[in-house]
């Protein structure tokens, strides 16, 4: 009878052990995925209440470019995330001057640091625009969300 006892107890004991190494190996990967989830959540969420649209374009034969976006979402988009956003405006979708583009942004009403949901956001961009022609124009937050759009150049 002592023997079944002392060998149930070595059982039982062996079993705890077993799942408290289970646990302790399982436990960080579990606790891992959930920030992973929990970021990849947050990033969701924020791309679904990011949008604009693009509203007013103009392009002059001089090579300058003017296009003016609304936000229609509701996450606000700081003027860091604009400075870091990149624009593509050139002749056409083959022929896109990128990095080499000079532009710059103005948020209308300049009341803070924030593209706010309503507000206008103009762009002021230089390029090589030929009067007459096609201008091809693209919007690129650092989170992905981007707008473009082709309009014609005025002639003088």
């Not at 002392?6 to 960080?28: H, K």
């Not at 509203?55 to 609304?70: L, R, W």
């Not at 990095?99 to 949901?117: E, K, L, N, Q, R």
């Not at 009067?131 to 002639?155: D, M």
């Amino acid at each position: 009878m002592s023997a079944e006892t002392i060998t149930t107890a070595i059982f039982l004991i062996t079993a705890v052990v077993a799942t408290a190494v289970l646990v302790n190996a399982i436990y960080p990967v579990i606790y891992s995925t959930a920030g992973t989830f929990q970021s990849s959540t947050h990033d969701a969420d924020t791309r679904l209440r990011t949008d604009f649209k693009i509203v007013a374009n103009f392009a002059s034969p001089a090579g300058t470019a003017d296009i003016y976006m609304k936000n229609i979402g509701s996450q606000r988009i700081s003027t860091a995330e604009i400075a870091n956003a990149n624009v593509f405006c050139g002749k056409t979708v083959g022929n896109l001057l990128t990095y080499g583009v000079t532009w710059s942004a103005d948020i209308v009403p300049a009341d803070d640091t924030y593209w706010d949901t309503g507000e206008t956001l103009h762009i002021h961009a230089t390029t090589s625009i030929d009067a007459g022609k096609t201008v091809y124009f693209q919007f690129v937050l650092p989170n992905g969300i981007w707008r473009s759009q082709e309009f014609n150049a005025e002639s003088s």
